[in-house]
């Protein structure tokens, strides 16, 4: 996986068009099972609920310690896959949502303060996509494919769109399953793919930068620190300063961290209040159906996902830092008008789905942006801390609305305050963001967007 040139300076071998692609399926792959796992315990809540004894409040109580537990998991990830590598972060993590669902099969017999663990583990299946941001960022920019380089947004969108994939196989496969082999048996079931992309996992190829990194580390302890220059200074890589969570909020990396990390939070009340609570919203501000609401569901998913592609296509031509601002921003707008808009079917379909598509279809970038936002050193922690720090937002979110709903204001108010306006001033604070990316290609003289040399 490497050679040695000239005068002692190492090289990682060359990306193959074969290793893209397949690094991109099973990224897809992994981020799509990852979703399963993560969407299904929340649809089966109920199911679990009546089989453990757990009444409504119990269940609602029960959740929030698992999105609790499902964070703290998320962040703990970046670190090791900045320590053990890329691929060793895809198969521990869709590995351990795999992991996860079997163990949350066995759960009926257990107390919940063990469930809880249990489905903590889920957080190991959402930082996936964190380290799919950071391995496939590394991966593109290492490949001389020159329509990839001028296509990484869109490819990556196509990964990125396995969040409504994984949710609509849940929600079919369960819809199927469920009267056959009960709620146990959908963990069961949903198991075994992502297991099974584990296995497949594991024979990536590591990302050039890592590989990289894990050889200056040998230079340095073999004392060839003369070496180390040259080959730090020929990939374009900075292995000086500090490494883990200090890194991140040190330096440059800071203002990166504080922008991106906060405008994910901010981004996740609008994904609480109109994506996972968006039944509840429609049918409180508008007295739509629940049938006709969960069509209106169905079809702006639908619609997000055609965002995925969008947004990603601009992001590689406009910048993926404004198109993401641009996004929020409409989004916010546009979740406005549909709130305090006519009750009209069309309407609030037409207003709700604009909404769904400048939400959702920003995320094609957002993962992508921020693994090209980071240092090589430290960009698994980076990743993770951005998109494990998310769903903090929904939490504060839950906690809002129901304080709103307590003074007496109702879901109008509600959702305008914890979900439009912060779709909105995440737009704004994203632009906070440096535009310049990390996005360091070895082997080749340093240029703009590159990572600097100590």
Known sequence: MSNIQDKGSWQPAPVTTGQVKYATLIAFLAWTFAVYDFILFGMLLPEIG????????????????????TVVVALCIGPLVDRFGRRFGMVFTVGGAGICSGLTALSGSISTSVLILIRSLAGLGYAEQGVNGAYLSELYSASKDPRLTKRQGLVYSLVQGGWPIGALLAAGLTAVLLPLIGWEGCFIFAAIPSLLVALLAMRLRESPQFETLRKLKELRQAGRHEQAQVVAASNSIQEEGKTGLRAIFSGSARRTTLALGGAHLLNWFPVQIFSVLG????????????????FILVLSNLVAYLGYLIHGYFGDKFGRRNVIAFGWIMGGFAYWAMLFGPSETWIVIALYSIGQFFLIGPYSCVLFFVGESYESKVRGTGASFVTGIGPVGAIIASAGSAAFLD???GWLIAAFWCGAVPCFLSGLVVLMAPSAAHTSNPGKAPLETKEKVA
């Open 279 to 294: 039944t509840t919203v429609l049918v409180n501000v508008h007295h739509v159906s629940f049938g006709n609401s969960l």
């Open 50 to 69: 009546r089989a453990t004894g757990l009444d409504d409040a119990a269940q609602a109580r029960l959740a929030t310690w698992v999105a609790f537990g």
């Open 407 to 409: 003074a007496g204001q």
